[in-house]
């Protein structure tokens, strides 16, 4: 198995940047697709962004594409959310979360289909 601690989190003002960062370890980095996930108060876990093994692929919900940008460094089993122009709507706590499956397009998007997820990092978007 993996475990993954997500850290970077913190307050920042709407238009700020944020980076976050998710170091996994354990079992082989490399074996697994990850993705970004959110949850705000009183609201599901939502899908934020996902990115395949070799980085080859990226996906993102509708609500941060164009702002945010989801890389991964497989050599330092580390996976990061650039997240630019910040919402006061972008707050919540960001999960990431891996996955040994192998799926296409959309279904990386499901909560449910990730093995493995972080502690959270709280996000705080002041208006």
């Known amino acids: 198995q993996v475990q993954l601690v997500e850290s970077g989190g913190g307050l920042v003002q709407a238009g700020d940047s944020l980076r976050l960062s998710c170091a996994a370890s354990g079992r082989t980095f490399s074996a697994y697709a990850m993705g970004w996930f959110r949850q705000a108060p009183g609201k599901e876990r939502e899908f934020v962004a996902a990115i395949s093994r070799g980085s080859t692929t990226t996906y993102y919900a509708d609500s941060v594409k164009g702002r945010f940008t989801i890389s991964r460094d497989n050599a330092k089993t580390t996976v990061y959310l650039q997240m630019n122009s910040l919402k006061p709507e972008d707050e919540a706590v960001y999960y990431c979360?891996?996955?040994?499956?192998?799926?296409?397009?959309?279904?990386?998007?499901?909560?449910?289909?990730?093995?493995?997820w972080g502690q959270g990092t709280q996000v705080t978007v002041s208006s």
């Open positions: 979360a891996a996955t040994l499956g192998y799926y296409s397009g959309g279904l990386y998007a499901k909560r449910e289909l990730y093995n493995y």
